[in-house]
């Protein structure tokens, strides 16, 4: 395993540094910029950030050039992230086409299809949702009961998708869908490329304790998709749905779990908030746990780049991508709800509160167990790295 970057490798840090630094725009602060269910004046500074980084060439890194991309390497992406991740600003407005439809579309789509969709994902035109989990088929997503049936040119849609991410932002829809009922259900799986404009299409948010609305329920009635919007081959779909979400666990772990900031965070709460009288910092407890917190995400940053090493001798992302979903997220949940100890009952206040602490902490602390269920739970992720990586029986 690698520990040290190149020089060639500094240089490009301090490339993206400076320009990150320079361009970023001022009040453009997570977390309330990377919630995806906020206002409209938000959303819109998203969509202008997410331009301004396309524009400058940091979308899709690692993407071709002939789609947008800067055909930079793996190790490149990473750094950029990272600078991303110290300046506390978020990835654009298109994460899921930027880190799953768009990889799934390179590896599964026509040449006509990358040529029609891959450019727009990358630039924030066209915004993609991910149409898996079902009421019925969250865990188990081979369970998933949307029918499609071949009429002529079209497929014809029925059915309904739920906690679907930006929905009522979207464009498109990366949707799964079942296309052979009578046949073991791996296999009668297809995915289809979905404009949310068609006819039959109904997207009704789901307003969560938060307070954020950014997930949906989707109901397709009588939807006629064309049949060049198949993606992969008929009945395939359960194969191009495990590579879209190894992609987006890859995404979770390394783009979105932002331990070592939130790391910061906590350190500043302890800096800045008292405890029996005395600063926070010099309570023992509150030293030793987040000594504690620190050496986790130390354990997680060497984990990682044991991973990073092995995609940079081309491997390709294995079943790995569970351990980096599951500690990134376990820990950052762990924090944020010890924020509350640091911060008492200064937790409860509304962000727009007189007397409400800097950072937005009552929503974080509300949204954050969703941060173990979103891209599959912690319990399967467990169950994952069980059988494949440790080589036990199945449960
Ligand atoms: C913030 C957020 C955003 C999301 N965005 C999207 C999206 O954009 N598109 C989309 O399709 N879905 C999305 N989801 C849905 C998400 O993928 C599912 O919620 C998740 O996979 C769990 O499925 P479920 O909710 O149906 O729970 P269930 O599968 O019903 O699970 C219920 C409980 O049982 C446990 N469990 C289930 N099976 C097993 C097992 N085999 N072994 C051990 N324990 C098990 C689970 O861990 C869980 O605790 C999102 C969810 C969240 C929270």
Request: glycine share 10%.
């Amino acid at each position: 395993m690698d520990f040290q970057y190149s020089a060639e490798q500094e240089a490009y840090r301090a490339k993206v540094r400076a320009w990150l630094e320079a361009n970023q725009p001022g009040k453009l602060e997570a977390p309330d910029a990377d919630s995806m269910g906020g206002d409209d004046p938000q959303w819109r500074r998203l969509k202008d950030w997410h331009k301004r980084l396309y524009k400058g060439g940091w979308m899709g890194l690692t993407w071709p050039k002939e789609y947008g991309g800067q055909q930079a390497s793996f190790i490149e992406q990473v750094i950029f992230q990272q600078e991303l991740g110290r300046l506390n600003l978020p990835f654009g407005c298109n994460v899921l086409g930027v880190i799953m439809t768009g990889p799934a579309l390179m590896q599964w789509g026509t040449e006509a299809q990358k040529a029609r969709y891959l450019e727009p994902i990358i630039s924030g035109e066209e915004i993609w949702c991910e149409g898996m989990s079902e009421p019925g088929a969250g865990s188990d997503l081979a369970n998933i009961q949307m029918r499609a049936v071949l009429d002529g040119d079209n497929f014809v849609v029925n059915g309904q998708k739920v906690w679907t991410t930006v929905a009522h932002r979207a464009q498109f829809c990366q949707l799964f869908v079942r296309t052979d009922p009578d046949v073991p259900k791996h296999k009668g799986m297809s995915a289809l490329l979905v404009d949310m404009k068609s006819p039959g299409v109904t997207v009704k948010p789901l307003k969560q304790i938060s307070g954020d609305a950014e997930f949906n329920e989707i109901f397709f009635e009588d939807v006629r998709v064309p049949k060049e919007n198949l993606l992969g081959p008929v009945n395939m779909g359960w194969q191009v749905l495990v590579s879209t979400l190894m992609h987006e666990r890859i995404g979770i772990g390394e783009t979105l779990g932002g331990s070592e900031q939130l790391l910061r965070h906590i350190v500043d709460l302890a800096r800045q908030n008292h405890l029996n009288g005395k600063p926070a910092y010099e309570d023992p407890a509150v030293r030793q746990q987040i000594a504690q917190f620190a050496c986790e995400v130390a354990a997680k940053k060497y984990s990682g780049m044991r991973s990073l090493t092995k995609r940079l001798k081309g491997q390709p992302p294995g079943a790995e991508a569970s351990i980096s979903k599951m500690v990134s997220t376990e820990l950052s949940q762990r924090m944020v709800k010890y924020a509350t100890r640091l911060l008492g009952e200064y937790a409860l206040l509304e962000r727009k509160s007189p007397f409400a602490p800097d950072g937005d902490w009552l929503r974080r602390i509300l949204a954050c167990e969703s941060m173990t269920i979103a891209g599959g739970t912690s319990a399967v992720q467990r169950n994952m790295i069980g059988e494949r990586i440790l080589g036990l029986p199945k449960g």
